[in-house]
Nanobody, 124 residues
Framework: QVQLVESGGGLVQAGGSLSLSCAAS????????LGWFRQAPGKEREFVAVISWSSGNAYYADSVKGRFTISRDYAKNTVYLQMNSLKADDTAVYYC?????????????????WGQGTQVTVSS
């Protein structure tokens, strides 16, 4: 059973930085992509970033490109999301997710495994 455990959320001022971590366990993730989605109150869950575990290729939502960086650590089985130049609009619960095959990696329906989420609040 795949388990994903997020950590690192919190409160930060606009313009500041936060780093999220997602510890993955339960299987070998060689054929997986791991990513991050977020959901603000009253809004749908939206794609943030995804990284191929094997190749390291990464893809980002336009809204975070140039500000957020996704990375992975093989030895620790952990995926990171470094968030810089944070804006109030980045306030949301951030979810770690994992999946193996995609027709659209930006769709939350493509991912069968989810963490419990971690709150990120950016004050303006």
């Amino acid at each position: 059973q795949v388990q994903l455990v997020e950590s690192g959320g919190g409160l930060v001022q606009a313009g500041g930085s936060l780093s999220l971590s997602c510890a993955a366990s339960g299987r070998t993730f060689t054929s997986y992509a791991l990513g991050w989605f977020r959901q603000a109150p009253g809004k749908e869950r939206e794609f943030v970033a995804v990284i191929s575990w094997s190749s390291g290729n990464a893809y980002y939502a336009d809204s975070v490109k140039g500000r957020f960086t996704i990375s992975r650590d093989y030895a620790k089985n952990t995926v990171y999301l470094q968030m810089n130049s944070l804006k109030a609009d980045d306030t949301a619960v951030y979810y770690c997710t994992a999946g193996t095959s995609f027709s659209d990696y930006r769709s939350a329906y493509e991912y069968p495994y989810w963490g419990q989420g971690t709150q990120v609040t950016v004050s303006s």
